[in-house]
């Protein structure tokens, strides 16, 4: 198991590098977003560069504000485009996974048309990053993407799509944490995992881990029991990053504590 950290897209990427590196991490979650990290904001090959250096491996994340489910087609193929320049991009840096964050879309597109246009897009992406030689992942949130039914819809129509599992997200917008649901369905699927915490019900607080209500210790023998092995990121938002270093040595204590 690999523990990483995502950048500060406010902070200058090779500062955010060398903080990931020196406190020990495995590797950096590239978050290609503005205000400061977008793909026409950074030379890959400076980044790609440093990344190396530091010794760090990396994962390839997109910026979650493109609408990949919008139903006026403009703006759903402009979304397309863009983020087929950040998969770009992350190629060019080194990564070979990336994320996508599906589009939970609004209250009056019914659940059946959200679905159908996050496929469309997602099946051109999927297309980009395999001639890329990558491999696309999605990150579920909310709208009907918060349940393991429509998730299994894209499973099922794109045997190369990976399954990102968000634990805090799995957190909201139900009565218990999805977490081992999703496990159960989609396990076969799972590329990589992000960890943070809140108290349930609607607000993603990203809080350090233990902070909230999740149960760690269940999660952590929720993905070993899947056989889970691989990155973990921490999705920890503070300014204070000791919260970070902390959340790390909570993640790698239970690592080891937990038996399965
Ligand atoms: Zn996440």
Redesign the pocket.
């Given at each position: 198991m690999l523990i990483g950290v995502m950048n500060d897209p406010r902070i200058d990427i090779f500062k955010e590098i060398d903080w990931i590196a020196t406190n020990g991490f495995d590797f950096i979650e590239l978050t290609v977003e503005p205000p400061g990290t977008y793909y026409n904001q950074l030379e890959a090959k400076k980044v790609r560069e440093a990344i190396e250096r530091a010794g760090l491996d990396i994962v390839g994340h997109t910026f979650f504000a493109l609408p990949i489910g919008s139903p006026v087609e403009g703006i759903r193929r402009a979304a397309c485009w863009e983020l087929e320049q950040c998969i770009e991009f992350l190629g060019e840096v080194g990564a070979k996974l990336v994320n996508v964050h599906l589009d939970g879309g609004t209250q009056l597109i019914s659940e059946k048309k959200i679905i159908e246009l996050n496929l469309a897009s997602l099946a051109e992406l999927i297309e980009k990053a395999k001639n890329l030689g990558m491999s696309l992942m999605v990150?579920h949130f909310r709208g009907p993407f918060a349940r393991p039914e429509p998730l299994a819809k894209l499973f099922s129509a794109l045997p190369e799509l990976g399954f990102h599992l968000?634990v805090?997200?799995a957190n909201l917008f139900s009565s218990t944490n999805r977490t081992f649901v999703f496990l159960e369905k989609f396990s076969d699927r799972l590329m990589h995992v992000?960890f943070s915490d809140n108290f349930g019900g609607t607000q993603d607080l990203h809080l350090p881990v233990g902070a909230g209500n999740i149960r760690w210790k269940d999660i952590i023998k929720a993905l070993k029991k899947v056989g889970y092995q691989g990155k973990i990121?921490l999705?920890v938002f503070s300014e204070y990053r000791q919260y970070l270093i902390e959340s790390k040595k909570i993640v790698e204590q239970l690592w080891q504590e937990v038996k399965i």
């Open positions: 990150e968000d805090a997200h992000h990121t999705e």
